[in-house]
């Protein structure tokens, strides 16, 4: 496979340095990409960078994570108005575990291959680095002419923001300093990032051109927005991440499955390995038949499968149905409490005592005198004769039905459907 070609397909190109295409057609090439630590979790944000990273080792070469230690403590000016908060080396060595551990299962790092990937940390060579040899050995080679045309440093300049420190102007300087660091120790020859990184990378590839006379290259793929000009990635309750910790995977699958056509178009050649005849079929096929969202279904479906597992994907496809489709009451028994109240959040609650049920109550007494999901008795009576009532998915038979605590789920709920659409918590305290 042709990597710059896979790319260009994919709309993952935004910038590339001539003669990286004949650098990765002459030999086996070590690329990094610099991941900030500044959390214990990658977020979808990150994805971006991963499938390069991972379409770069299916081509045969092999790819550097490098994880910003000491950049971290910095704070890079590409792309923010203000400063970032800073980080002590015990948190970011807990985070740069943590983000391995999940990226061991997009990319390969364990293998004996030759393009196994490895994971730096730039803390471990910048900590030996005293102020008067940085600016000895390193900020003589550029000039301050230089590194004011970026157009990351010239928006600061301009009234963008709060201004910028002069920890944060040398920030390209740091990072140059990597890609000089690992062309030196590993024979890295390319760094990789998304498109508002191109002026710290140019910076790296120019300081190895005039420190070692060496050629050195860049790339960078776009940043992702949603089709309406939004953050890609952002949610009402803020990033959607990779650790089922901060992000389940039935929200995870859910933020896929959920967005725009247009979205879709782009997202499933970006954060899929499916080749191309798979997704133009798949696109030609959800364009004649959009309300069937084969292409979401599709999309939620690898990504999740790819970050979590095929078992994490079937539970969310699982608990999706729950509320959408016509799952069983053995299939609501399945899914973990934090993913069950994700799936009805929003839907009407009422509080029961547990004294309530210990003994059994009947089902019309709990729906009207105990929690109102019926405002009376009759109205409950003939729904339920009606067949239009559920108890935890499964049909309440009898106007005369008991419920205990049997019936509870994860020992404290009690999920009533009134009709086809309309659903109750009942929390049993």
Request: overall charge neutral; aromatic content about 8%.
């Amino acid at each position: 496979m042709n990597f710059v070609e896979e790319l260009k397909w994919r709309g993952m190109i935004h910038d590339i340095m001539p003669g990286t295409e004949e650098q990765l057609a002459k030999e086996m090439t070590t690329a990094y990409v610099g991941i900030d630590p500044t959390a214990d979790s990658l977020h979808i944000g990150h994805l971006v960078s991963v499938m390069i990273m991972k379409h770069f080792q299916r081509c045969g070469h092999k790819p550097i994570v490098l994880v910003g230690g000491a950049t971290g403590m910095i704070g890079d000016p590409s792309g923010k108005s203000l400063e970032r908060n800073l980080l002590d080396e015990t948190t970011l060595r807990r985070n740069q575990e943590a983000i391995k551990n999940q990226l061991s299962r997009l990319i390969d790092f364990n293998s004996d291959a030759p393009n196994a990937a490895e994971m730096v940390n730039n803390y471990d060579w910048m900590k030996n680095f005293s102020f008067l040899e940085f600016i000895r050995d390193i900020g003589k080679c550029i000039t301050v002419n230089y590194m004011m045309a970026k157009d990351s440093v010239k928006k600061r300049f301009n009234g963008e923001g709060e201004g910028m420190s002069f920890t944060e102007f040398t920030y390209q300087l740091v990072q140059g300093t990597d890609f000089l660091h690992l062309y030196q120790h590993k024979n890295c020859k390319l760094q990789m990032g998304g498109s508002d990184q191109w002026g710290n990378i140019t910076t790296g590839t120019e300081l190895i051109r005039r420190k070692l006379g060496g050629e050195a290259f860049a790339l960078t793929c776009p940043l992702i927005k949603k089709a309406d000009g939004t953050k890609f990635g952002k949610t009402e309750s803020g990033n959607v991440w990779l650790d089922a910790r901060y992000t389940s995977p039935y929200k995870f699958y859910q933020f896929w499955l959920n967005v725009s056509d247009e979205d879709a178009e782009r997202y499933i050649r970006i954060f899929t390995v499916l080749d191309r005849e798979t997704i133009e079929s798949l696109i030609a096929s959800h364009r004649q038949a959009p309300h069937l969202r084969e292409l979401q279904k599709t999309l939620a479906r690898e990504v999740t499968c790819m970050v979590h597992s095929e078992e994490e994907y079937r539970k969310a496809v699982e608990a999706s149905s729950i509320l959408f489709g016509g799952a069983t009451a053995e299939a609501l028994r399945g899914i973990d409490e934090r993913t069950f109240l994700q799936v009805f959040d929003g839907v009407p609650q009422f509080e029961v005592p547990r004294s309530v049920i210990e003994n059994g109550v009947g089902v019309l007494s709990l729906c009207t005198e105990h929690a109102s999901v019926f405002p009376s008795k009759g109205e409950a009576r003939k729904l339920i004769q009606g067949g239009g009532v559920s108890l935890n998915k499964e049909k309440v038979a009898s106007v005369e039905a008991e419920v205990s605590a049997s019936d509870l789920l994860s020992d404290k709920y009690l999920l009533v459907q009134k009709g086809k659409k309309n659903y109750f918590l009942i929390v049993v305290r």
